[in-house]
């Protein structure tokens, strides 16, 4: 199976295979992508190939390997409380303990921190001092978000691996195959707002990436530029909930920005979109967008829903 499970990311995957061919995996790995970007599954790659006992690294077959992917290795330890904001320190020091105690089992003994970020200054400090010079089955897999918001000290001690989005024709033909049943449309909607990262993109489709009713009504409503129109969608929405309307503006300020991009060259994310875009301008399109931003934060800012629906139609009907 190699590093295959990991799609896309072709150079980085040559890169670890070489290493790991050579008996020259790192100590510490920095895996850093934005969310649905592969660090999960490249993290337990890279804890499968170091644990694995066939002849081909990782094999995905063996007792090892198997239990690394089912998350019951007990050589390969989580370091989190998904309870808490952050890593409470207590956590780092005791996993820095228990490093010198030796395998159980695995080869390795491999320690993954899957949001290293949310360690605060004292917690990064706490780490530093175990990844400086471990015993020789010590391994950190240090799993991110952000990479810069680690010490400079942190990361000079890590191998960084940064994945990558996928080409277009990969995410599309395996969301295709994930989700036979998605039209088309859907597929490409959530193709394009996933940003190239398969995470990301099945989350959109299980959520449904389809737009909301009240967004194909506005996606409409828009392309007319009449104020009735905007009136007959926005005036039912002033009995909803400020939480209830935060998720519909969200998905038209989506709707509006990707409209605009989709005028200077970009992919239009949806039919919808494509139609804004050859009705309005890009000078109504800004202003409806800034339009829209200003009423989301209004919904953060505890005004009234009806306030807030009635001020949008005014300046959307000037857009
Ligand atoms: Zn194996």
Redesign the pocket.
Known sequence: MGFDALLGNDALKQRLSVALSRGQLSHCYLISGPAGSGKHTLARLLA?AM????AS??????????KVWSGIHPDVITVDDPEKKGIPVKLVRDACADLYVRPNEGAKKIYLFPRAQDLNAQGQNALLKCIEEPPAYGVFLLLTEHAEQLLPTIRSRCVELRLSPLGDDLLQRELAARFPDASPDALRSAMLRSGGYLGQAIDLLREGSELLPQSKAFAEAFCTGSAGDLLRVLAPMERLKREQLRPILLQWTELLSSALASRSGLPAISPECNRIAQRRTDTQLLHAVQAVQHAISLTDANVGTAHICGMLCVRLSEA
Do not use: E, V
């Not at 644990?51 to 066939?54: A, E, M, N, R, V």
């Not at 094999?59 to 198997?66: N, S, W």
């Open positions: 499968s644990q694995c006992t066939s690294r990782p094999c995905g077959q063996c007792a090892q390997c198997r």
